[in-house]
């Protein structure tokens, strides 16, 4: 059954203290999506000639990527943090909450780069901006 | 519903119009039975947010209005529609309505229009009066949401 509602959900972004990860407190403004892809393992395939059905082993693991749009807003600190980020070759640390605690969810936090940021106008639209940021290392899930 | 007051002081803020109608012949929402023609009465359609967010903290709001044109001639009730267009199409500024503190409006959009004829009490044309209506899509800044804590009451 589908329990917790969007609304609420979060993306925080924040300096890394002595290289690692340290919870951020700026919530990036004007959010209209957050989305977090997830890892995905690298399979290495192990078949032989002798093999009658193919094997594989496991490979690393890629932690994934994170994507928002948000509404472009001139006044907000998150923001030109991430767009800062995009340019100046240095991790942050990120959490996202997805939902809250008075109605469930969970929280995502770990290492990233900002990868890309885009903005975008259109015929009767208001000003929209995309960021892309690639994870590093290890993620933390907890359940709110 | 501040925007109706917006449009509304827009209005007589707009010189071809003015200079057709009359400052004193724009209405809000209803027209007095003693008005002369020709007249102008804006109303509210509709009021949402432009681009509501995950945070609830949306300020930007896009309402729509119409903006009915109204006189005895089709000429003239076409000519006062395409007035409001001339003034009012993509214009922006901030507004002190009487009611409320500085209003931003960042874009007045005009959508469409259309005509009717508005038969009179006798239920004939010879009572009736022509009304252009001009639709318009209003991009306003509102005030920032606080949302309460939902309890449990006493």
């Known amino acids: ?144 | 519903m501040r925007f109706v007051e917006a449009i509304h002081l827009i209005l007589q803020q707009a010189p071809t119009v003015v200079g057709f109608v009359g400052a004193g012949n724009i209405f809000q929402t209803f027209a007095p039975p003693t008005a002369a023609f020709p007249f102008i009465v804006v109303g509210a359609q509709s009021d949402e947010p432009a681009s509501p967010t995950l945070s609830s903290k949306d300020t930007l709001r896009r309402a729509t209005v119409v903006v009915d044109c109204i006189s005895t001639s089709l000429a003239d009730s076409a000519r006062i529609a395409d007035h409001v267009r001339y003034d009012l199409d993509k214009s922006k500024g901030s507004i002190m309505p009487i009611t409320n503190t500085a209003m931003v409006i960042q874009s007045v959009i005009i959508t469409n229009d259309s005509m009717t004829f508005d038969l009179g009490s006798d239920g004939g044309e010879n009572a009736g009066v022509f009304v252009c209506s001009v639709n318009i899509k209003i991009y306003y800044v509102a005030t920032t949401p606080v949302p309460v804590t939902l309890t449990t009451g006493l």
């Open chain 1, 1 to 144: 059954m589908a329990s917790t509602v969007s609304y609420n959900s979060t993306l925080k972004m924040g300096a890394l203290v002595s290289n690692a990860y340290s919870a951020p407190s700026n919530a990036v403004g004007e959010c209209l999506s957050i989305n977090f892809d997830g890892a995905t393992q690298a399979i290495i395939d192990t078949t032989s000639l002798t093999s009658t059905m193919k094997s594989f082993k496991v490979g690393t693991v890629d932690p994934g990527s994170i994507s928002i749009e948000v509404n472009l807003d001139g006044d907000d600190t998150a923001q030109a943090l991430l767009q800062t980020a995009a340019a100046d070759q240095t991790g942050r640390s990120y959490l996202i909450t997805y939902g809250a605690a008075s109605t469930g969810g969970c929280t995502i936090s770990g290492i990233a780069f900002v990868t890309s940021f885009s903005i975008k106008a259109g015929i009767d639209t208001v000003l929209t901006a995309s960021f892309s940021l690639k994870l590093s290392g290890a993620y933390t899930i907890t359940q709110l």
